[in-house]
């Protein structure tokens, strides 16, 4: 197996350093707010995924952390009780946050589509 430096050589390592910031700015401004959606992002292309399909592991990942409406308890958290209405209000937010996600355009699926079309 190659070395850790040849795998993972400084330069590089800084330069992605330095531009987490913008891509969490990319990220965010293509809808993906969840926290950690940019490791899930950067951990794709590592992994050699495409643009593409390293966004849609971000958005994986904010589905992941959204959850599902029918995971709202009604009993609430630790021995506070939920009221019905608030279960229902609750899930309804939950479901609006997955449609808004699942919804979102990848903008590298875009470009490519741009590009098959001329």
Known sequence: ???VTE???ESEVRRQRRNRAVLMSNLQNTGLRMPGVEIAYR???MA???DEMAWEAARRHELILIGFPDEIEERGGHGFPRALDSVASARKRRQA???TCRA???PFALSVDVERAA
Do not use: E, Q, R, V
């Open 7 to 9: 795998l993972h050589p």
């Open 43 to 45: 951990a794709a292309l």
């Open 97 to 99: 946050l997955i449609d």
């Open 104 to 106: 979102l355009p990848n």
């Open 48 to 50: 050699g995924a495409t």
């Open 1 to 3: 197996m190659a070395a």
